[in-house]
């Protein structure tokens, strides 16, 4: 089992600049590709950025390519998300995701939102 929990969410203004964590607990948090997803309202939930285990195979949706960076700490077993120049379309809830072998875990999530 794996455990997510997210925290850093918070306002911000048009360009500015947010991060959020994920911290992942459980006996296969160590083995598990994690990354964010967010659902805007009204929308879909949506990939933003996945990051393996051993911190490689990163991949970005194309809409947050070259403003966000997703990273992960091995001691901690921590994803982190920084996003820069925010725009009002980042609004949302992100979603702390682990994956293992096509099994999903979710955290609870923790809102963004960018409005002046």
């Known amino acids: 089992q794996v455990q997510l929990m997210e925290s850093g969410g918070g306002l911000v203004q048009p360009g500015g600049s947010l991060r959020v964590s994920c911290a992942a607990s459980?006996?296969?948090?160590?083995?598990?590709?994690l990354g964010w997803f967010r659902q805007a309202p009204g929308k879909e939930r949506e990939l933003v950025a996945t990051?393996?285990?051993?911190?490689?195979?990163?991949r970005y949706a194309d809409s947050v390519r070259g403003r966000f960076t997703v990273s992960r700490d091995a001691a901690s077993n921590t994803v982190y998300l920084q996003m820069n120049k925010l725009r009002p379309e980042d609004t949302g809830v992100y979603y702390c995701?682990?994956?293992?072998?096509?099994?999903?875990?979710w955290g609870k999530g923790t809102l963004v939102t960018v409005s002046s």
């Open positions: 995701n682990g994956q293992y072998y096509g099994v999903h875990y």
């Open positions: 459980g006996s296969i948090a160590r083995l598990i590709a």
């Open positions: 990051i393996g285990s051993g911190g490689g195979n990163i």
